[in-house]
C-alpha cells in the first residue's frame, strides 16, 4: 500500500525573508512578522517565534500588534515569492526523494514514498534525514507519514514533534482526536462547524453524512473519504519545465508485462533520441505510472555516470517494471529526465575492443536496489578517521595520497573502543589488552607512534597527542591501539587506551 509524507514548513515566510536579509537590516534579537493588507486592512500572516511568545497571533491586525510588542519588526508580505520558495523546495526533494511530490497549500509539501524508502532506509531514517536537511537549510519542519495524503497532511500540523510516523492502518486512531482545522476545508465551513459544536474529527467522522451534504454540500464527506481511505487522492507530481519528457497514453488500457516492457523500451528511444539532440546524458529518471482508478506509481533509476545508452537504460526499468502493480488498467506511462548532465560523443580509436573494464553497470545496478555504493578517498590528515572520506563511486579518481612512514591498518574502526591495558608509562608497550571483553597477552609490540592534533582547525588540539602501538597477541591477531596523551602531562590527554585498527 502508498505512503504519504506530508511536510510542514511553518515559518517559511519568516525564514525566507530572513535568508534574504544580505545587508542586515533586520535585527536577529528583535521580533519580526510579515503584514499583509487588502486596501486598508492590515494584518499579521506571519510571525517568528519571538513575536508568538511576546502575545503576536496570526490574523491580529497590524496596529494592535504593533502596540502590543515594543520593537517590533514589520516586513510586507510576498505571497508570490512564498509560492516560488516552497515550489523550489519541491523539486529539489522530487530529486531527492520521491519521483512523486507536489506543493501542498501554501505551507508544506507533500509526496508519495512508495518504492523510494527503501533507498533511503525505511521509513523513520527516511524522515529523519528529511528533518535533518531541512533543519541545516535554516528552515522549521515536521514531517508525518501516514496511509492518506490527508491523514499525514493533519498530523504534521497537529504536532510539536518534528517527525510522526502512524502506522499502516491506524489512521483512525490517529486523527480521531485532531481539531476539525485540519481537514483541509474552508475556513468558512470549519467556523460553521464549530458553531455547531463540532470541534474534532473523530466527532465529525461519527455524524450522518446527510444532514451534513444537505447544509455544506459533498466537501465535508469528500475530505473525510481521502482522509480515511475510501477514495483515491492521487498526486500530481510537480514538474520543471526544462525535464525533458516523453509520454504515450493508450486508448486502451493495458496491464501485461510484456506490455508494459515494450512500451517503456519505445519511450526510452525517444528520450535518448532528444538527450542526444541536447547533448546531455541522463543521471536520474523517472517512469510515472497512470492507472484508470485515478492512482499513480512511480519507478526511479539513477546512473553512476550520465548515460543514454538505450539497451543500458531499458535494462534497468526492465529489471523494476514488475513491481508495478496494474490494478484495472494503466492508461499512461511517462518517462521524465529528472537529473541530467553534459555528455559528448565518444569516438573509439580502435574496432578492437581495448579490455577497458567499466564498472559503472555494477554500480548502477547495486544503486537501484538501494545499496549505497561509495569509494574510499584518501584525505592529507594525520588524524587516522580524518584521513579518508566518502565519494561517489563512479567519480574521478582523486590526486591526493597518504604519506607515512608507519604501517596503517587494512580495518580502521568507525570509532575508537576503549580497551583495558597494562603498560610501563611513558613509552613502553602494553604487555596485555582487554578488548571486547577478550584478554590478550602481547607477544610482539613496535612503536610508539605520536600524532599530534590539528590545532589549526580548534584550539582544544594545540596539546593533543596520541601514542599508536602495533601489537600481536598470542594468536597471531595484530591491533593498531593508541594512548590519548603523552603518558605524562594530563594536558595533551586523558592517558586511556583505544583500539583503532585491526591488520590483516
Avoid at 119 to 140: C, D, H, K, S, Y
Wanted: aromatic share 6%.
Amino acid at each position: 500500500m502508498p505512503r504519504v509524507v506530508s511536510i510542514y514548513l511553518p515559518d517559511l515566510p519568516i525564514e525566507r525573508i530572513r535568508r534574504m536579509d544580505q545587508k542586515a537590516e533586520l535585527s536577529p534579537d528583535r521580533p519580526l512578522v510579515l503584514i499583509a493588507s487588502s486596501g486598508s486592512k492590515r494584518w499579521i500572516s506571519a510571525a517568528d517565534a519571538k513575536a508568538r511568545e511576546a502575545g503576536i497571533r496570526l490574523g491580529m491586525p497590524a496596529a494592535k500588534a504593533q502596540a502590543m510588542v515594543q520593537g517590533l519588526q514589520f516586513v510586507d508580505a510576498d505571497p508570490a515569492a512564498d509560492a516560488q520558495a516552497l515550489e523550489r523546495i519541491a523539486l529539489w526533494s522530487l530529486t531527492q526523494y520521491s519521483p512523486i511530490v507536489s506543493v501542498d497549500g501554501t505551507d508544506g509539501i507533500v509526496m508519495d514514498t512508495e518504492g523510494a524508502d527503501h533507498l533511503q532506509g525505511g521509513e523513520l531514517p527516511m524522515l529523519t534525514g528529511i528533518v535533518n536537511r531541512f533543519r541545516a537549510r535554516g528552515l522549521t519542519v515536521h514531517a508525518a507519514i501516514a496511509d492518506t495524503w490527508g491523514t499525514a497532511h493533519a498530523c504534521a500540523r497537529a504536532t510539536h514533534r518534528e517527525t510522526v510516523i502512524i502506522p499502516p492502518g491506524e489512521t483512525a486512531r490517529a486523527v480521531e482526536h485532531l481539531p476539525i482545522s485540519h481537514l483541509r476545508l474552508s475556513p468558512e465551513i470549519v467556523a460553521s462547524l464549530r458553531t455547531l459544536g463540532f470541534k474534532t474529527i473523530g466527532e465529525l467522522s461519527a455524524t450522518p453524512r446527510a444532514p451534513l451534504a444537505l447544509r455544506f454540500g459533498p466537501e465535508i464527506g469528500r475530505r473525510l473519504d481521502q482522509m480515511f481511505g475510501r477514495i483515491a487522492e492521487p498526486i500530481d507530481p510537480i514538474r520543471a519545465p526544462e525535464w525533458i519528457e516523453v509520454g504515450r497514453a493508450f486508448a486502451e488500457p493495458i496491464g501485461a508485462a510484456e506490455t508494459i516492457d515494450k512500451y517503456v523500451g519505445r519511450l526510452i528511444i525517444r528520450l535518448v533520441a532528444e538527450l542526444q539532440r541536447r547533448g546531455l546524458g541522463v543521471r536520474r529518471t523517472d517512469l510515472i505510472v497512470e492507472k484508470v482508478d485515478g492512482s499513480r506509481q512511480a519507478i526511479r533509476a539513477g546512473t553512476a555516470k550520465p548515460a543514454r545508452d538505450v539497451a543500458w537504460l531499458s535494462k534497468l526499468f526492465r529489471d523494476r517494471t514488475e513491481k508495478i502493480e496494474p490494478g484495472f488498467g494503466i492508461e499512461k506511462l511517462t518517462l521524465i529526465a529528472v537529473m541530467t548532465e553534459p555528455l559528448g560523443e565518444e569516438q573509439r580509436s580502435s574496432l578492437v575492443d581495448e579490455g577497458d573494464q567499466d564498472i559503472t553497470p555494477l554500480i548502477d545496478t547495486f544503486g537501484n536496489r538501494g545499496q549505497r555504493v561509495y569509494r574510499i578517498a584518501p584525505v592529507a590528515s594525520d588524524v587516522p578517521e580524518r584521513s579518508i572520506r566518502r565519494i561517489a563511486a563512479a567519480a574521478e579518481d582523486v590526486a591526493e595520497t597518504w604519506v607515512h612512514h608507519w604501517p596503517r591498518p587494512v580495518r580502521l574502526l568507525a570509532r575508537p573502543e576503549l580497551i583495558d591495558v597494562i603498560a610501563l608509562l611513558p613509552d613502553h608497550p602494553p604487555v596485555s589488552v582487554t578488548w571486547r571483553g577478550k584478554r590478550r597477552r602481547v607477544r610482539r609490540a613496535d612503536g610508539p607512534e605520536r600524532i599530534f592534533g590539528e590545532w589549526w582547525t580548534r584550539s582544544s588540539e594545540f596539546d593533543a597527542v596520541r601514542d599508536y602501538f602495533v601489537i600481536e597477541d598470542e594468536s597471531g591477531e595484530r591491533l593498531w591501539i593508541f594512548r590519548s596523551g603523552d603518558g605524562v602531562d594530563a594536558a595533551t590527554g586523558s592517558h586511556r587506551w583505544f583500539c583503532h585498527g585491526i591488520f590483516a
